[in-house]
Each structure stands twice: as C-alpha cells, then as structure tokens.
C-alpha cells in the first residue's frame, strides 16, 4: 500500500522559508508525478506545484519565483522549498502521488506565516 507522509512545516515569519518533504513508501514502481496542494481555512485546496518524471515542473502563479519542488529519487522523497513566504501561503500543505491511474494523498503538514 503506498504512503506519503509530509514533514517540515511550521510557524515562520513573513519572509522566511521553509522546505516541505513528502517521503513516498509501499510502491513497487517509482510514483513518476507528484504534487504539492495547499487548503487555506474556508477555501477550496489548490495546486501548488507539480514534478512529473523528475524533470518537468509546473507552479501556480501564486508561488512562481518563490517555491520550488523537486525530487531525490533514491529517497522516494519530493521535496517544496518555499522561500519569501508571505502570510497567505499559510495553509496546510498535502502531497499527491499519481500512479496508474490512482491517486495518493499524505496526512498533510501545517505551514502558518506570520505578519
């Protein structure tokens, strides 16, 4: 059974940066795409940021310039750095790993920016 747990949230100053992990296990083949969604209280979750083969990147206009995703495949792990972070990135950040079909979701990692 595939899980993906999330790390590396936390409470930071407007400014700041953080780095998200999502660590994949439980696949017999490698989760080739991978997302990054956020769910800001009272608002629908949104893309943030998608890795597909570990090459092709794709970022919300929100976050372009600023976040970043990428992977290490010996890890399993997908990683989000988020730098200059303002205070309406605060959300909390789930991982998405899509394979053959199906869809897997992490527990999800609170990030809280603050003013």
């Known amino acids: 059974q595939v899980q993906l747990v999330e790390s590396g949230g936390g409470l930071v100053q407007a400014g700041g940066s953080l780095r998200l992990s999502c660590a994949a296990s439980g696949s017999r083949f490698s989760i080739n795409a991978m997302d990054w969604y956020r769910q800001a209280p009272g608002k629908q979750r949104e893309l943030v940021a998608s890795i597909i083969t570990g090459v092709l990147t794709n970022y919300a206009d929100a976050v372009k310039g600023r976040f970043t995703i990428s992977r290490d495949n010996a890890k399993n792990t997908v990683y989000l750095q988020m730098n200059s972070l303002k205070p309406e990135d605060t959300a909390v950040y789930y991982c998405?790993?899509?394979?053959?079909?199906?869809?897997?979701w992490g527990q999800g990692t609170q990030v809280t920016v603050s003013s």
């Open positions: 998405r790993g899509r394979l053959g079909g199906n869809e897997y």
